[in-house]
């Protein structure tokens, strides 16, 4: 499986963006798609995360602001991004989990900078 993220970009507090990830190869196999950032002198961690079409999960930090989505005639995973605070200023990866034993495949990061 291979990723592709698009979509970062510079944007004010406040503000919105949406991120794309398709994915190609064995893209049949692929059980699970997230999204995971790091920050500036953080470790990598998780973000928001999606099985089928319907099933999601959040972290509590971007709860309430953040809408993960899966496209599957378009082979992407988004992630919608509302109400952006400084805080979510960091490089965001996407992440797709695939065949019988889970595996993880990345994406290269795209950054995103929130700030005024």
């Known amino acids: 499986v291979q990723l592709q993220a698009f979509g970062g970009g510079l944007v004010q507090p406040g503000g919105s963006l949406r991120l794309s990830c398709l994915a190609s190869g064995s893209i049949f196999s692929i059980r699970r798609m997230s999204w995971y950032r790091q920050r500036p002198g953080k470790q990598r961690e998780w973000v928001a995360r999606?099985?089928?079409?319907?099933?999601?999960q959040y972290a509590d930090s971007v709860k309430g602001r953040f809408t993960i989505s899966r496209d599957f005639a378009m082979n992407t995973a988004s992630l919608q991004m509302d109400s952006l605070e400084p805080e979510d200023t960091a490089v965001y990866y996407c992440?797709?989990?695939?065949?019988?034993?889970?595996?993880?495949?990345w994406g290269q990061g795209t950054q995103v900078t929130v700030s005024s």
């Open positions: 992440n797709a989990e695939s065949g019988n034993s889970w595996r993880d495949n």
């Open positions: 999606i099985m089928g079409s319907l099933t999601t």
